[in-house]
């Protein structure tokens, strides 16, 4: 492969682009369908799931409307280089949590708007590795994947093709290579890294969805570090850049500001007929006909639209006649060590994801817990950086010590692979949000295995600080991303779709977002969710429209 030099095949959206605006090009000029045009596909949500299926199925010929709760993004005046002021990026609606151990909502999980969460994603995108798809057959714990990695793995390729990723040759899972060539590491990563060598622990630059050169009118990265409040160079891939142009150039509508509240079902056959949406332009409820729908509004909305969803066939919500939907929801463990170095680190000069290892991301009996964890570096600014320093406990004037202190301070990370339980769900809470639906209630409760991942690995990454020569060293637990909800099975007694992502209970029905994984690995799930909807949409659009 010549790294950079081979663009990805059917998706100009990377010469789409305007080199002298960030505008998505196109919104002007955008297609509009009659709401009672039975458009060929409804897709609701325009994040990562959504924006491929739409992209892949417009590509040959299908009519195809996005119907999107949040705004339509003007970059150049809505995205600000500011942690204070992205709170617009995010899914910030009223949810309810409980459980054992609560996962907080909020910028940490979830965006709205068009381009879904991965506006402001760090920008992470390792690819999940072939024991994944299978950990109750190898290591008796989670679930089989009714797909093989195999049959993922093209659409791997091409998603990393078009996004780019950049980053060094692969050694774990299915060793591969990426499109595009690592960038250059920061020092306040390559403390960390020769700590790590120090331990033997292998590190790796990338994998990150930042382009590390020019790629058609995106630019190279400038390394300034804002990718968690939308990058406004363009360098960082979201589907806002790299799927949504050649969609709206091949007559996709994204209808924005338009909360979908129901998917209605005709009764007698059983089958979707639409989607009923409120519209925050004239505050009125709408309804659009389509011969397919497609729900892409990841792992919290997704459970809870089918839930509200109900009907004579579906009295418990739609497609939950088993009680599956809004089960196995999962996060992954997340805690951070911050260590303090002697010279000036500056962590914020560099794009928040550098440098990973996947040593410890398959089961090691000695370690006496299933599945594993991978070990990344992340940069957090000045107001991230606070609010480490206050979980860790310090307040007033320790807490002004420490700020003063952030450049100095580097910090590293792990995602745990914790298990999917079916009481970790998503349900409808008694409150309601301004549109009278019932909120999404989601609890949560770690087991014994998650608990000892969770302490093994908070152990190495101290080590690797100290190994590091850290003078000071601050820990933090937390979690980080959504997997699962309306999870892929081989039947419907314990899954919500099929193999191909369709319905079990309603033959025109898709699901086609991060809600759909058995499992999650310890990789982060963007790439894995847009290689997902490629496969469907590559599915889909093998047969005839709608
Ligand atoms: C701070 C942060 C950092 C992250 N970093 C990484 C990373 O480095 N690497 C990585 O791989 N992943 C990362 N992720 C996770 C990644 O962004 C998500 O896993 C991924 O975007 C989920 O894709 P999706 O298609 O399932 O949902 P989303 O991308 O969230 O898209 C769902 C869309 O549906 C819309 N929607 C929901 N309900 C409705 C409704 N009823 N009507 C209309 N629209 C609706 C939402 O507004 C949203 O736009 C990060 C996430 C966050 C929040
Ligand atoms: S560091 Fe690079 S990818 Fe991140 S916001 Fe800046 S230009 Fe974009």
Redesign the pocket.
Known sequence: MLKGSVGPRDNDSRFLLDVHHRDLPGYDTMTRYGEDDEVDLIV???????SVLAQRVARAGWRVVI????PFWHPDEDWVSDEAGSHQLY?TQKRIIGGDDPVEMG???????VG???V??????PRFHPSDFETRTRDGVGADWPISYDELRPHYERVEAELPVAGQDWPWGHPHRYPFSPHPVSEAAMVLWRGAERMGITMRAGPVGIVNGTFGNRPHCIYRGYC?QGCKVNAKASPYVTHLPDALAHRVEIRSD???TRIEIDDATGRATGVV?RSEEDGAEHRQRARLVAV???SI?TPR?LLNSTSRRFPHGLCNNEDQVGRYVMVQGASQTAGRFPTELRMYKAPP?EVSSEDFYETDESRGFARGFSIQTVSPLPIGWAEHVLADGHWGRSLREYMRDYNHWSVVGVLNELLPRADNRVTLADETDPYGLPVARFDYSQCDNDRANIAYSTKVITDLLEAAGAQDVLTIHRYA?LIGGARMGTSPADSVVDRNQRSWAVPNLYLC??SVCPTQGSA????T?MALASRLGQHLASGPPG
């Open positions: 609701v949500g325009a994040g990562a799931g959504g119907i999107e709760a949040g899914w910028k940490n999980n979830s965006g709205r708007g879904g969460s991965m402001h994603y760090a920008g992470y995108c968690l338009s909360m979908a949406y892409a509004g990841y909305e639209l994801p991303h977002d991060g982060n799930p963007a790439l969710i």
